[in-house]
C-alpha cells in the first residue's frame, strides 16, 4: 500500500512564510512526478504547481515567482516553500504523487495517489 502525508500547515499572517511537507510511504518502485493543489471554500480545487521526476518545475501564475516546490528524493518527500503569503492563499493544501508500483522487483504500472490534506489560514 502506498500513504501520502502533507504536513506543515497552520496560520500565518499576511507576508509571512510556510513550508509544507509531503511524504510518501508504503511499498512501491519509484515515485515519479508530484503536484501541489488547494481548495478554497466554496471554490474548485485547482492546480498550482508541481515538480517531475527530473525535478523540473512548473508554477501557476497565482503562485509564481512566491511559492517553490522542491524534492528529497531519498526521503520520499516534496515540500512547498511560500512565500509573501496573502490571505487569498487561504485553502487546504494537498499534495498528489504519481507512484510505480512494483511487482517481483520490476515497476508495475504508475498510479496517482492524493494525501488527505492540510489547512493554511492567512489572517490577521
Known amino acids: 500500500q502506498v500513504q501520502v502525508g502533507e504536513s506543515g500547515g497552520g496560520l500565518v499572517q499576511p507576508g509571512g512564510s510556510l513550508r509544507l511537507s509531503c511524504a510518501i510511504s508504503g511499498s512501491f518502485f519509484r515515485v515519479n512526478g508530484m503536484d501541489w493543489y488547494r481548495q478554497a471554500p466554496g471554490k474548485q480545487r485547482e492546480w498550482i504547481g508541481g515538480?517531475?521526476?527530473?525535478?523540473?518545475?512548473n508554477y501557476a501564475e497565482s503562485v509564481g515567482g512566491r511559492f517553490a516546490t522542491s524534492r528529497d528524493n531519498a526521503k520520499n518527500t516534496v515540500y512547498l516553500q511560500m512565500n509573501s503569503l496573502k490571505p487569498e492563499d487561504t485553502a487546504v493544501y494537498y499534495c498528489?504523487?504519481?507512484?510505480?508500483?512494483?511487482?517481483?522487483?520490476?515497476?508495475?504500472?504508475?498510479?496517482?495517489?492524493w494525501g488527505q490534506g492540510t489547512q493554511v489560514t492567512v489572517s490577521s
Open positions: 498528489k504523487a504519481f507512484v510505480i508500483l512494483e511487482q517481483l522487483g520490476s515497476p508495475a504500472g504508475e498510479y496517482e495517489y
Open positions: 515538480i517531475t521526476g527530473g525535478g523540473e518545475r
